[in-house]
């Protein structure tokens, strides 16, 4: 069968086949009233939740890195238990969440302005592609959040036990070995857990866009 | 509103070749549709509505959460997606009918949305501007589809 064949013999069988479904407007409005949102929309809100929630952790951070802890609770200061090199190391790790937080939001908007609505289908499975990877990102950014975090707070908490009942005495290294494990422990089963859950859910489905860019960019490639 | 329902064919067309079952169709329509109303606005005239609603109907099929299960394997062929209303054809031109829709089943997304096109009667620069690769790219492309589609159909017979 020729090409031209088939064109005639596909337009023979689309139109007609088509025809019998033509939907009236009342039935095209029915159905968008019934429609909930695309994956990407989810996903868009998605992050933009992460995002809100990161900004929360962050204000909390610069919050509680900014103002002393004397101001708010009179007679309270913990600055002199607390080693200068634990207190330089819990600035960093917030200074580090801060930047990590900043290099996100740019690389999203990044993202957001790759196309607007109806681009063509490189850039469509770009954007999504970005998307997607930007929110496994985040939930690796958030797990690091909570183990620096957690690392940090623990060895302050630590030392300012010491300093105030002096009762780990000869214990000092097996206790902060062990709480530091444990810490490393939890963090570690959330990450792969979370990990698995976001496969679970996206992993074939990013597997499958990236195949199909990779489909057009070979042939860009072989066509050069 | 009036527009897509006039140019709801395209839609369908679309549906038809990426999808076998009936729910799988009606929630690609549906899902296309959505993508259609919530886009308008951002439709600046410089195509044609025809080519833009091809290039958001072919974007949202493609990367739809439910490809996954659309893509694999090979998609059988419904008794429903090849009917024909009145004019009952010719028993080669059914034969060829079913060779065509079933060599088309087995191409992946990217071919079967070049090949559409082609079928469609759409120019290289449009199918360039849908898809986002050149011209040149596919032509190329469309040489390789007519090739394997050729491979399949004699295969089939």
Request: glycine share 6%; charged share 25%.
């Amino acid at each position: 069968m020729d090409l031209n064949d088939l064109q005639k013999a596909w337009n023979k069988l689309t139109d007609k086949s088509s025809g019998q479904r033509m939907l009236s407007e009342e039935e095209i409005l029915s159905m968008l009233g019934r429609r909930t949102t695309t994956l990407l929309d989810r996903l868009d809100r998605n992050v933009r939740i992460g995002f809100l929630v990161l900004l929360a952790v962050v204000v909390t951070l610069l919050g509680g890195e900014l103002l002393p802890l004397a101001g708010i609770f009179p007679g309270e200061t913990l600055a002199g238990e607390i080693p200068g090199w634990l207190q330089r190391l819990d600035l960093g790790v917030s200074l580090l969440i801060v930047a990590l937080f900043i290099t996100f939001f740019v690389h999203y908007r990044k993202i957001r302005n790759i196309c607007r609505q109806g681009c063509d289908l490189r850039h469509t499975l770009l954007k999504i592609i970005g998307v997607l990877t930007l929110y496994r990102r985040l939930f690796t950014f958030a797990l690091a959040i909570i183990l620096l975090e957690s690392a940090t707070g623990f060895t302050a908490g630590f030392f300012t036990s010491i300093h105030q009942n002096n009762t780990l005495e000869g214990f000092f290294i097996p206790t902060l070995g062990m709480g530091l494990l444990l810490i490393l422990l939890l963090s570690g089963f959330l990450f792969f857990m979370l990990r698995w859950a976001f496969r679970k859910v996206y992993g074939n489905y990013l597997h499958q866009l990236r195949a199909t860019l990779a489909e057009l960019d070979e042939l860009e490639e072989q066509g050069e | 509103m009036e527009i897509v329902r006039a140019n709801q064919g395209i839609i369908h067309k679309v549906c038809n070749i990426y999808c076998d079952d009936e729910e799988d169709r009606n929630d690609l329509f549906q899902e296309i549709l959505a993508q259609l109303w919530k886009s308008y606005p951002s439709f600046r005239k410089e195509s044609k509505f025809t080519t833009w609603m091809y290039r958001v109907a072919l974007n949202t099929a493609i990367t739809s959460f439910k490809k996954v299960r659309r893509f694999s394997g090979f998609t059988r062929l419904s008794g429903e997606s090849l009917l024909v209303a009145d004019d009952p054809p010719s028993a080669e031109t059914e034969e060829n009918l079913m060779l065509l829709k079933q060599a088309v089943a087995r191409l992946s997304g990217i071919e079967k949305s070049i090949i559409l096109l082609f079928l469609e009667n759409k120019s290289y620069e449009e199918i360039a501007e849908i898809t986002g690769i050149t011209q040149n790219y596919v032509r190329v492309k469309m040489n390789r589809i007519k090739k394997k589609l050729r491979i399949l159909m004699t295969s089939e017979e």
